[in-house]
Structures are given as structure tokens and as C-alpha cells.
């Protein structure tokens, strides 16, 4: 039997701390689904779409990782696509309260899908899309801490307009 894990996410935009979650859930399980959410009610600086091929295009390289969206209940969207497990990604405690209760939430919903936290490498424990958004704003370099698809992506979005 085929092992398909989900890894969900708002990804406004994806950033390398993101690859490094993918990249170690694509050596654990044969398939991942990066699955964008729509979030809508986040008011995200890209679209959904424009989230998905900015993930597309920086996994490529993974021949076992998909890209997909959604916008329906998480474990609905699991059980749909046949996989066994969520995959999030755990940064430091700040965010283990919130993993926690969403993950045993899922677990309530569906009991039959495992929730897997990964930890990323050390020096991506402090970036966040939130925080790359908030320095390209303001004019800093992001180069070190998202794909350089992202990087342009960034820069024509914040453009100031004329
Ligand atoms: P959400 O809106 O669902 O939290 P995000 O795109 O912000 O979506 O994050 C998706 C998942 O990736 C979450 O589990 C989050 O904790 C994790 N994540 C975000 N940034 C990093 C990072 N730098 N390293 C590891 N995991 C991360």
C-alpha cells in the first residue's frame, strides 16, 4: 500500500522553512500532497492560485510531491485523497498549543489519520510567512529565507504602485 501524507497550509507565501518540512515528509512517506487552503477569512496577500504555482514550481525537483488546493474540512480532504497522515510542521513551543488542540481536533473528527509533526533545521525555526512578508514590505532581502521563485513573486507584489 501506497503511504500518502498531506502537509496543509495557508503557504502566503511558501518559505524555505516550508521546503524543509516537504522535503523531510517526501523521504518519509511515498507521496506528498502540499495542499494550500484556501483561507479566505485570512485575508492572504497572494491568491490561491498564486500560492499554488509558487509551491508548483519550488517542488519540481520532488518527483514525489504534489501540489493541490482545498477548501473543505481537512479530514474530508484527507479521506478523500486516500492518505493516512497530516503532516505540520512544529517550530518551537510557541506553536505546540495550537498543533495540539487542531491535531487532536482532526483526531475527533476522523480517528483514523495520524497527525506528524516535523522540526525543521534549526535555522529555520524562526521564519514564518508572516515575518517574510512583514521585511519585504519593508524593503529587506529575503533571499536566505524563501525560494527564489517566491523572492520575485514578493517583489512584483509589493511593487508601490505608480
Ligand atoms: P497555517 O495557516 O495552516 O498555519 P502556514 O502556511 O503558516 O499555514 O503553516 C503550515 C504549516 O507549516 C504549519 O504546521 C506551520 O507550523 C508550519 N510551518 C510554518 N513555517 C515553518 C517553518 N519555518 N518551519 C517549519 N514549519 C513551519
Same mark, same amino acid.
Given at each position: 500500500?501506497?503511504?500518502?501524507?498531506?502537509?496543509?497550509?495557508?503557504?502566503?507565501?511558501?518559505?524555505?522553512?516550508?521546503?524543509?518540512?516537504?522535503?523531510?515528509?517526501?523521504?518519509?512517506?511515498?507521496?506528498?500532497?502540499?495542499?494550500?487552503?484556501?483561507?479566505?477569512?485570512?485575508?492572504?496577500?497572494?491568491?490561491?492560485?498564486?500560492?499554488?504555482?509558487?509551491?508548483?514550481?519550488?517542488?519540481?525537483?520532488?518527483?514525489?510531491?504534489?501540489?493541490?488546493?482545498?477548501?473543505?474540512?481537512?479530514?474530508?480532504?484527507?479521506?478523500?485523497?486516500?492518505?493516512?497522515? @497530516?503532516? !505540520?510542521?512544529?517550530?518551537? *513551543?510557541?506553536? %505546540?498549543?495550537?498543533?495540539?488542540?487542531?491535531?487532536?481536533?482532526?483526531? =475527533? $473528527?476522523?480517528?483514523?489519520?495520524?497527525?506528524?509533526?516535523?522540526?525543521?533545521?534549526?535555522?529555520?525555526?524562526?521564519?514564518?510567512?508572516?515575518?517574510?512578508?512583514? @521585511?519585504? !514590505?519593508?524593503?529587506?532581502? *529575503?533571499?536566505? %529565507?524563501?525560494?527564489?521563485?517566491?523572492?520575485?513573486?514578493?517583489?512584483? =507584489? $509589493?511593487?508601490?504602485?505608480?
Amino acid at each position: 500500500m501506497k503511504r500518502t501524507a498531506i502537509y496543509p497550509g495557508s503557504f502566503d507565501p511558501l518559505t524555505n522553512g516550508h521546503l524543509d518540512v516537504i522535503q523531510r515528509a517526501a523521504k518519509l512517506f511515498d507521496r506528498v500532497i502540499v495542499a494550500v487552503a484556501e483561507n479566505e477569512s485570512k485575508h492572504p496577500l497572494f491568491t490561491l492560485a498564486e500560492r499554488v504555482a509558487l509551491v508548483k514550481s519550488a517542488v519540481t525537483k520532488l518527483p514525489n510531491v504534489r501540489t493541490d488546493s482545498f477548501s473543505s474540512l481537512l479530514v474530508e480532504y484527507v479521506a478523500e485523497r486516500k492518505a493516512q497522515a @497530516i503532516v !505540520r510542521g512544529l517550530r518551537a *513551543v510557541s506553536d %505546540f498549543e495550537f498543533e495540539f488542540q487542531l491535531a487532536l481536533m482532526n483526531r =475527533k $473528527l476522523d480517528e483514523s489519520i495520524e497527525t506528524i509533526f516535523m522540526m525543521p533545521k534549526d535555522t529555520y525555526t524562526f521564519l514564518s510567512s508572516r515575518i517574510v512578508k512583514e @521585511i519585504a !514590505r519593508l524593503g529587506g532581502d *529575503v533571499r536566505s %529565507f524563501v525560494p527564489p521563485n517566491v523572492q520575485i513573486a514578493l517583489k512584483h =507584489k $509589493l511593487k508601490p504602485a505608480k
